[in-house]
């Protein structure tokens, strides 16, 4: 299954040279704000500007279209784990979804319809993959390097996203592989699977979604497993178009449906914490795998040893039936090496397969390459600044970055609720701080040292105490000391709480009428259609 969406029809050179004033959008080369990406946390920032009447800023975007994680992902199967209408931006609803949990193809046609119906498409510039930012402190500006030249900008902010670079498994006699060798998120479509043998690499969320899809396609599937998962069933509940219809309709209902999708996930988010909550559910997942799972050696394997959300817990009906098929063969151990054409996995099992597709994570956090691409006014990049441990006060902002702000950095994102809350949580207070800093002639602001210091041992402290950290389990949230460096760990309506306005005083400002501090003239709110 690929994206069905049609391509997106780019701007022919939307800002030429010199076109522009600063009040109808960015020029080629400088803006009041450049936003690293155009996925959907991009978006929700450029949104959330056009809201508060400022039109002079760039979306920096690496790839030809829009989506971020949704372009990229085109593997069989690819679709939202998280329940759909939960999965949209709340300033602009998406009323067709063709399903509880929609197909891949229908988030991405909804990312292009917000780019191309709010005018956000004309403030992207393709091609753009930023290689490097540093901060200027004379001209109080960012200098961003891109392969098609420097750009400049009073503010920075990196929406690169939490999924969008793939983590590569250093394994002995990878690269020699004979045969096509992928990651999930850079799918291989001239590649031909069926009735090949196929390894994959992985049983985290994308697994879940592309094993059910391989398993009936190819001779032999041999799934190398590090850790199981745990398995919840799916609420599959297809959309009915008299449904769709009525929410096209009437935006209030798009509203109320998700409201009701968001204090259901919040109370599943609680698990974090409430230990009777996790064994409530640990005892769904148990049935659900011995309903689905009737051999119970294979059972045994794919039942987890730590605590329910310590690491993602996924939703599949047909998971745990595809590895159980007779051509399916469990490897536990994940993959130790590849000798030719035989992977070896750490049980000691070995299988000789004609393809090795990866589902093996992203680079998260301090790995993450847009943290060693952004650099302070000494060229020291973020990743230098953080070592193993990344921290940011509200996740956002960083002592010795003037005018940064980090979208879902470090500890502002959720595991358990939808990602986008907290983007647009952060797209607003984005927005405020730049009408602040206009309205009041800020040319730079840096958040104290002993703020961010405060808010990090605040943070060190609760995470300590959430299953992230104590459930007995290894994942991408944590660094390699365990600590929780990737999750918010209290409720999403309380960092919505605190990033509700932008407040001053967390930060050491420079004032001046130049930079980020000239006025905005006119002021010019963009009233955006309720759904998309």
């Known amino acids: 299954m690929t994206s069905e969406a049609l391509p997106i029809q780019r701007p022919v050179d939307p800002a030429p040279p010199g076109s522009s004033d600063g009040r109808h959008g960015p020029s080629s080369r400088h803006s009041r704000v450049a936003i690293v990406g155009a996925g959907f946390t991009g978006l929700a920032v450029g949104l959330a500007l056009l809201r508060r009447g400022v039109h002079d800023f760039v979306l920096l975007e690496r790839a030809d279209d829009v989506g971020g994680v949704w372009r990229d992902n085109t593997y069989p199967g690819v679709g939202v784990d998280t329940p759909s209408p939960l999965y949209q931006l709340r300033a602009m609803t998406n009323p ?4 509880l949990y929609a197909p891949g193809h229908e988030v991405q046609d909804y990312a292009r319809r917000l780019a191309r119906s709010t005018g956000l498409l004309d403030h992207v510039r393709f091609d753009a993959d930023v290689l490097s930012a540093r901060w200027d402190p004379a001209d109080a500006r960012w200098r961003i390097a891109t392969p098609s030249g420097e750009f400049t900008a009073d503010v920075l902010v990196s929406a690169a996203g939490l999924v969008a670079d793939p983590k590569l498994p250093d394994v002995d006699g990878l690269a020699d592989f004979p045969g096509p060798v992928f990651h999930s998120a850079r ?4 590649a031909d699977l069926t009735g090949s043998r196929v390894a994959v690499v992985g049983t985290g969320a994308t697994a879940v979604q592309l094993v059910p899809e391989l398993q009936p396609r190819v001779a032999e599937l041999h799934v190398l497993q590090r850790t199981p998962a745990w398995i919840l069933p799916k609420p599959e509940r297809p959309v009915g178009e008299r449904t769709r219809r009525a ?4 935006p209030l209902l798009c509203r109320m449906q998700f409201d009701v999708m968001y204090v259901g996930a919040e109370l599943l988010a609680a698990t974090r914490r409430s230990r009777l909550l996790r064994e409530a559910l640990t005892r769904v997942g148990r049935r659900h795998l011995a309903a689905q799972t009737p051999d119970p050696q294979l059972r045994a394997r794919l039942t987890p040893d730590f605590d329910y959300a310590c690491k993602r817990p996924l939703v599949s009906n047909d998971y745990l039936p595809a590895m159980g098929a007779p051509n399916t063969t469990l490897h536990t151990g994940g993959l130790t090496r590849v000798e030719g054409r035989t992977v070896v996995s750490g049980d000691g ?6 393809a090795i597709v990866l589902t093996t994570g992203f680079e998260v956090g301090a790995t993450a390459p847009i943290a060693r691409r952004i650099h302070d006014a000494h060229g020291r990049s973020l990743r230098d600044h953080w070592g193993s441990r990344p921290r940011a006060y509200l996740g956002m902002s960083y002592p010795g970055f003037p005018n940064l702000f980090l979208m879902q950095g470090p500890n ?15 797209a607003r207070y984005v927005a405020d701080a730049v ?24 943070i060190r402290r609760r995470s300590a105490r959430t299953v992230y950290e104590t459930g007995g389990c290894a994942s991408y949230y944590q660094n390699d000391e365990g600590v929780n460096v990737v999750m918010w760990p209290a ?3 309380e960092y919505q709480l605190r990033t509700r306005r932008f407040r001053l005083s967390p930060f050491d400002v420079e004032r001046g009428r130049t930079g980020a501090g000239r006025p905005l003239h006119p002021l010019r709110p963009v009233r955006l259609a309720a759904t998309a």
């Open 412 to 426: 502002a994102t959720s595991g358990a609720s939808s990602t986008l809350l907290f983007s647009e949580a952060q």
């Open 187 to 190: 799918w291989d479509h001239d």
């Open 435 to 458: 009408c602040r800093m206009a309205a009041e002639g800020i040319r730079a602001l840096d958040v104290k040292p002993a703020v961010e210091e405060r808010w990090t041992r605040r």
């Open 96 to 99: 067709d979804w063709s399903d």
């Open 491 to 493: 409720n999403t309506a």
């Open 349 to 354: 099992s070995r299988a000789e397969v004609d």
């Open 247 to 250: 929410l096209a309709a009437n």
